[in-house]
């Protein structure tokens, strides 16, 4: 739950400008961070969940996840890419955003780094852990039949998993975790008057 009360119309109309910023970080910047594998690209759609995390409660930060997810589904799709990749963000993404949340409910509990350690190592190990399953047994599949893309054919399975997904998922989501806490740190001030 917030820290403090907030309206149901405040609520409401902050799930909705978090989810459209959400939604926006989706499409720009979108930064390739592997450089042979420069189709996994890094955004920060998560920072806008984070806060409504913590300035709101875990089920606000789903509604963030579900609406800007809908909102590139219907306003920015790209066919097959887009029906296929964004099942695997939206998987990786709640299971950081869940992780986070069980490991550091509080965020005013943990005001220095070193508290922050064991949720940004839980968090980001078990998004990179499902990114691996989901690509494993639904992702890979589902290229290779829909976009005729077989990535054990062209890239090999050992080559994407260990030098692509599990790297790219590491570090995004330490970087998924310092940018939302150095976010949240510097909108604190603001957090106090929606509040108020």
């Known amino acids: 739950m917030s820290i403090i009360p907030v309206t149901r119309v405040q609520r409401t109309t902050l799930i909705a400008i978090l989810s459209a910023i959400s939604f926006g970080l989706m499409l720009f910047p979108q930064v390739p961070i592997i450089p042979s ?7 920060f759609s998560i920072v806008p969940v984070v806060i409504g995390l913590y300035w709101l409660n875990y089920s606000a930060s789903l509604w963030v ?7 590139k589904l219907i306003l920015a799709n790209e066919g097959v890419n887009t029906y296929l990749g964004l099942p695997v963000n939206l998987l990786v993404v709640l299971a950081f955003i869940t992780v986070l949340k069980i490991t550091m409910p509080n965020l005013e509990q943990y005001s220095n780094w070193q508290k922050k350690i064991l949720p940004l190592i839980s968090s980001t190990f078990v998004m990179t ?7 494993w047994f639904v992702a890979i599949p589902l290229y290779a039949r829909f976009a005729n893309f077989d990535i054990a054919k062209f890239i090999g399975l050992k080559n994407y998993f260990i030098g692509m997904v599990l790297p790219f998922n590491l570090i995004e989501g330490i970087i998924w975790f ?19």
């Open 178 to 196: 310092v940018v939302s806490m150095i976010i949240l740190r510097a909108i604190q001030p603001l957090q106090r008057r929606f509040h108020s």
């Open 37 to 43: 594998a420069d189709f996994l690209k890094l955004d």
């Open 65 to 71: 996840i579900l609406i800007r997810t809908l909102l």
């Open 129 to 135: 852990i499902v990114a691996i399953v989901i690509n």
